[in-house]
């Protein structure tokens, strides 16, 4: 049987372990994101096509990493909406106002990283 290990099991690993652990824990993450959630797989696919014109439109470092970094902020704070959806779902399949309120948050915090990276694409690239 694949049991999950404890919390207290998790806690104690240190170094190199723990840093291999982590690393795991996030490629599983990704594949769920990467299964599951629909908004994450088209941000991945802009993030796909806009990493290279980011790279080719900026003029310089500074461009081309606020170009990249507003793009990789996205699927970020999705994957963070997603889990804290994936929380709420699981504490509560009934509605509730503060449930709600949690969904609305995240959907909220994802449509504020959108207009941040439009806008830092739109002052990188206006002439």
């Known amino acids: 049987m694949n049991e999950q290990p404890s919390a207290?099991?998790?806690?104690?690993?240190?170094?190199l372990t723990r840093l291999w652990n982590a690393l795991g824990y996030s490629k599983k993450g990704i594949a769920a994101a990467w299964k599951h959630e629909a908004a994450f797989r088209q941000e991945m696919l802009l993030l796909l096509a806009g990493v290279p014109l980011g790279l080719w439109l900026g003029r310089n470092g500074v461009e081309r990493a606020l170009l990249l970094g507003s793009l990789i902020l996205v699927p970020v704070v999705e994957l963070l909406n997603s889990a804290v959806e994936a929380v709420v779902d699981k504490t509560s399949p009934e509605y509730h106002e503060l449930a709600g309120r949690a969904k609305d948050l995240g959907s909220a915090a994802v449509l504020f990283a959108?207009?941040?990276?439009?806008?830092?694409w739109a002052c990188v690239l206006w002439p």
Do not use: E, I, Q, R
């Not at 207290?8 to 170094?15: E, F, N, P, S, V």
């Open 8 to 15: 207290a099991d998790l806690k104690g690993k240190t170094g």
């Open 114 to 120: 959108l207009v941040f990276m439009a806008v830092v």
